[in-house]
């Protein structure tokens, strides 16, 4: 090759790889959700991941939505790739003990380790921590709260529930997410639950039709300025 093909051949790759775009060009952040400028709501799903995940991961993704998965420890261990594309796909990872027991029945050392081997687990998982907790059944008192505390993390509670576990209905399923839908509301399912996954494409498109943007848990609370321990939404009668 002759130096002059040889300088128009490096002129030629200097061309394209500037015509390229760079990979963060070409995979722009997102611009993070604003939930005072719109509508916002935060689909929860507790206890998994189930064994369901998959297909409701895939929903999510065709629409476009985000969600907050509240982890058992126990079932990260046997479905870390779940865990690990739900991180990946830009879903909130949260702690919801490794066994699902009563906190406010456990002593300080089991709490401590029921939320230790999740943060565990989840991390070799998908290589993040969880930065919320939903104590088992939604109940904390101040040995909880204290303990929440120590880990740095604000503890969530819910707004409105589908019923999911109880009904296993898909219309009844869908009736009960809308009715209790808000602006700013935490809602309460589960992916363990077959008819909950099933519902889900007409659950997200409805809320979407009604203006919605489906956003995660720390998307809501970041006005609320949770400290360690914080629970949210407040239940009645709790002081701390």
Known sequence: MSRHQISLL???????????????????KKAPVDCEQVKCIALTFDDGPGQYAGTLLDTLKKYNAKATFFLEGQYVKSRPAFVKRMAAEGHELGNHSYSHPDFT?????KIRSEIQKTQDA???????????????????DLQVSDIATAFGMPMILWTGGSHDWDTKNVEAIKKKTLEVAQRD???????????????????????QSKGYTLVTVSDIVKRQNLQPGDIFPVPEGWER
């Open 122 to 140: 989840v991390k070799q998982a998908a290589g993040v921590e969880p930065k919320l907790l939903r104590p088992p059944y939604g109940l904390a």
């Open 185 to 207: 509301g935490i809602i309460l399912m589960h992916d363990w639950v077959k008819q909950t996954v099933d519902a889900m494409p007409s659950i997200v498109k409805t809320l």
């Open 10 to 28: 490096a002129i030629a790759v200097a061309a394209v790889t500037a015509l390229a775009p760079s990979p963060a060009s070409a995979q722009p």
């Open 105 to 109: 029945k456990s002593e300080a050392g």
